[in-house]
């Protein structure tokens, strides 16, 4: 399951990409590049929040979606506005931020198979490192085991935020 999702999460990351070289290549303005941005986390958001939640969104989850993508979408304002008044220059960094937008769909899938699992009456989780370099806080709580669900950060609120590559494990 982690691999599929990770396959679709580079797949965006590409998209993006694309999508914003063509900003900087002057093919497309801020107003367009904005808003094939917003398609674009909207339909990795929602495959993530899908794939999560058994392939169907109820009320609940899509709600949860909503917050997800509003959030989303308020810093994309931000970053466009920043790009529209020449607050940042466009190029590689640009592509390297825009990109960071596609990583953040890993955080809206383990926040939403946590939801399902606290959901279905599940009582007790763990954070599982992946093979990746990690941060001190997230070292520190996987080092914790099983502890019950809502006791721990989010994934993707430590200070690795969305490049955080840990999972939960439920019991």
Not at 15 to 33: C, P, Y
Not at 102 to 126: F, H, L
Not at 147 to 153: E, F, K, N, R
């Amino acid at each position: 399951m982690r691999a599929g999702l990770q396959a679709a999460v580079d797949s965006s990351k590409e998209k993006i990409g694309k999508l914003t070289q063509r900003l900087i290549d002057g093919k497309i303005n801020v107003s367009a590049w904005h808003e094939a941005m917003k398609a674009e986390i909207k339909a990795a958001h929602r495959a993530a929040a899908m794939l999560a939640n058994g392939g169907k969104l109820d009320a609940k989850a899509a709600g949860q979606l909503g917050a997800v993508l509003r959030k989303q979408y308020s810093y994309l304002r931000a970053f466009a506005l920043q790009i529209e008044n020449k607050e940042i220059p466009l190029g590689a960094r640009t592509v390297a931020r825009a990109r960071l937008y596609s990583q953040a769909v890993m955080t809206t899938y383990q926040r939403a198979k946590a939801a399902r699992a606290k959901a279905a009456g599940v009582e007790m989780y763990r954070l599982v490192l992946s093979p990746a370099e990690h941060c001190d806080e997230c070292l520190a709580d996987a080092g914790l085991g099983f502890v019950p669900i809502g006791s721990l950060p989010e994934i993707g609120s430590r200070e690795c935020l969305i490049n955080c590559k840990c999972s939960w494990e439920y019991q």
